[in-house]
């Protein structure tokens, strides 16, 4: 018979598997069973009844920047003039010295109001000589680190230009933090309003903050002044705080207590606040009044708006949660004039 | 020894990749200081030629491209390949991208029939745009990079880390735009330089410029042996090895320097240079892209456009041109979105009607009109935004004239204090005019359960409002704002107006 006739049987694809040992039996089954094993504990450890698992996100506390009373000084004191450098060294000699204050090495936060893009001549933003004398005064207490910060309500960067904060900071030795989206720390305010809310991470990183604010009125509030400042440490919808404004502003001032504040009420602005941008609203009244009692400070720029104590209801609200008082000439305080006046 | 034309080529496309990235970089508030950040759309001989037939016009920076038109004249279409950001960038992805035998690279290197497209493309925009619209911003290649990076790749790189914004912009179908890149980009696998190649309207604007340049890369037909070696890593794709195609050429200069006879070199024609062939393109195809867009022109004019009505949604950053005007000068590039400082400016989608794809509207939810910011108009290099001062924005110079953008409008339904009974008015506290455009009204009402509330009701004014949409933005309402910005009242338009009375 010729090869060529003979019926071709079986694949012409004819590689076989060699037969396999006992050992590897036991290997190929060691293996399969080991990855059906890994399957199943990525089901125990994966196994959960909510859909989407977070890892936990801390919530910080805010420390209490205050330092210890010392009754040798006045808890107010108000200077007039018109060199704001010389005024801000006066009102700190009169406290005490910058030194009662900041400790060598210490980091200093500054918080101005620099929440608009307007001029300095705007009043809408905290005096830019303020903020760099303050800042000079803390490096030469020794201060390691001087921040200035503030959550704008502008564009941050234009606000911080355009106040002429950012040079004066930074020619002062200070350091300017904007805060970017993801410079927020989840924070406990223990209020009876606000309670977690994100706030600037700057303010959970230093050993002192100074509170900087301006004396503007506040179509809802009345006036902003010290404690209305501390909206401008927290991100987050914030907007809704003026639901309730008195309330929020007496929960902020509860939850951060700064080392010093020094108002600023060298121009300030008596309608159209907070933002302004007119100068015919705008009213020079030369004066920094600096102090530890941030109800006793708002209370004073009062009359400055032409307010009364019952016409700012947060006031009587802080005085009841015990953050100071409105009746500020029961405190002992004092009062200077530089130069001619 | 001749200098490396190549190395020299490189460096050159190595500063101008640098430099378009550089100015791109430094066209925000923080860093811009008068540097002439749209540098690179200025010197764009087709941005000038296109918004020429449609306005008249060689807008201020506009006249730079005369540069490079004149330059072209004398040296070819060396633009492509030694300033053109996208040229440079398609021609680095090609080289990453193809890595096969010589013989092969030097098949698909030959001129190829589909290359006549991008003619025909540029005639299809330029009679548009000699009909009145302008289109050429879809496809110019300078706009088109400009709108990639500064709506996709710039923010995508923010949200890896990269920190040049304070906060992430967003941006309306920013992720649809860099993906026009990324396919130009990943064309490169399939044909070196494909959008220099077959699609580029510049490039075909360039090449026609490059009919008779004095320079060229010449080939001398006796020193040649036709091995090919030329065609290796030629960019154009113009037969160096035969009779060169000058307007397809971007005189790279690879092929002098892969050339093993020394039989190539670019400049003036010798006793035995080759000759050279002209332009390749079929005049009957020619004649039907600019059928085709004659023809085009009435069905988009005819079809609803914000040129034709007003549209709520189109709102127009300040000093824009009435809006006729600006849809025959913006050319899309995005670089107002990018000096922005607070991201209200978005690419539009379909709300002014296909022609007004990807102009500037203001989003206020995104965003608003920073009151004394005046970036946009500086940057624009069209001048469909005028550049003004802030005095003239803002109205100091003319006080009864600020520049309005629309009109802002309360919605009782969300607004807290008229629906809710719940003191707010954070809209009256961000207005930015002085005296302000929103006020308020003292009331007492009786709640639910009789109690007497009293609340701070607010009401805008409409002809103090400047349509800035910071109260939109700022409002509590999240989702949608109870109080929002419309375009009407808007200083750049006759028609799309509301009050009689001027304050």
Known sequence: MDENDKKRVGSRINKVEPAWSRRRLLVEAGITTATAAAVGAVGYWGYSSEAVRHAPQPILTLKDFRVAANTLYPSLVVVRGDAVAKMVAEALTLLGGMQRFIQRGDRVLLKPNVGWDRQPEQAANTNPEVVAAVAHLCREAGAAQVWVTDCSINDPQRSFVRSGIELAAQQAGATVKLPASNDFYLTNMHGSLLKNWPVARFFHQVDKVINLPVVKHHSLSGCTVAMKNWYGVLGGQRNRLHQDIHTSIVDLAAALRPTLTIVDATRVLKRNGPSGGSLDDVALENTLVAGLDEVALDAWALPLLELTVTQVPYLAMAEARGLGTANWRSLHWLERQLGSG | ??????????????????????????????????????????????????????????????????????????????????????????????????????????????????????????????????????????????????????????????????????????????????????????????????????????????????????????????????????????????????????????????????????????????????????????????????????????????????????????????????????????????????????????????????EALWTPILVNRLGYCEHHCVLCGHVCPTGAIRPLTVAAKVGTTNPSEPIKLGTAFFDHGRCLPWAMHTPCIVCEEVCPTAPKAIWYQKTTITGRDGQPISLKQPYVEPARCIGCGICENKCPVSDMAAIRVTSVGESRSTKNVMILRSP
């Not at chain 2, 035998?101 to 925009?125: D, V």
């Not at chain 2, 490169?188 to 320079?215: D, E, H, K, Q």
């Not at chain 2, 400049?267 to 035995?272: I, V």
């Open chain 2, 1 to 354: 020894m001749l200098p490396n034309l190549r190395a020299i080529r490189r460096l050159y496309a190595g500063f101008f990749l640098v430099l378009f990235l550089l100015l791109l970089w430094l066209a925000d508030f923080s860093h811009l200081q008068g540097y002439e950040v749209s540098l690179f759309l200025e010197l764009d001989p087709l941005t000038a030629l296109a918004g020429g037939l449609t306005s008249a016009t060689l807008y201020r920076g506009l006249a730079l491209s005369l540069l490079i038109i004149i330059l072209t004249l004398f040296l070819g279409r060396f633009f492509c390949s030694w300033v053109c950001p996208l040229g440079i960038i398609n021609q680095i992805t090609s080289h990453l991208f193809t890595r096969r035998r010589p013989a092969e690279e030097y098949r698909r290197n030959r001129y190829q029939p589909i290359f006549r497209i991008k003619y025909y493309l540029l005639t299809a925009l330029l009679v548009m745009a000699a009909l009145g619209v302008l289109q050429i911003g879809l496809l110019d290649p300078i706009a088109l990079i400009t709108r990639s990076f500064v709506v996709g790749i710039w923010p995508a790189l923010q949200q890896g880390g990269a920190g040049f914004y304070l906060s992430q912009p967003y941006f309306i179908g920013g992720v649809l735009i860099a993906l026009i890149l990324l396919a130009i980009l990943v064309a490169n696998r399939f044909m070196t330089r494909y959008w220099c190649r077959v699609l580029c309207p510049l490039g075909a604007l360039l090449g026609l410029l490059s009919w008779r340049p004095l320079l060229r890369i010449r080939r001398d037909v006796d020193k040649c042996n036709d091995c090919h070696k030329c065609l290796q890593f030629c960019q154009g794709g113009c037969d160096p090895d035969g009779a060169l195609r000058v307007s397809e050429c971007h005189v790279c200069m690879n092929c002098i320097e892969q050339c093993p006879d020394g039989a190539l070199h670019y400049g003036l024609a010798q006793p035995r240079s080759s000759i050279h062939q002209p332009l390749d393109v079929n005049r009957r195809r020619l004649l039907e892209s600019g059928v085709v867009a004659m023809a085009f022109v009435p069905l988009l004019r005819s079809s609803y456009s914000s040129a034709a009505s007003p549209h709520p949604a189109v709102i127009r950053p300040p000093g824009s041109l009435p809006e006729l005007d600006f849809l025959a000068r913006c050319i899309k590039c995005a670089a107002c979105m990018r000096v922005c400082p607070t991201n209200v400016l978005q690419p539009a989608l379909l709300e002014g009607g296909l």
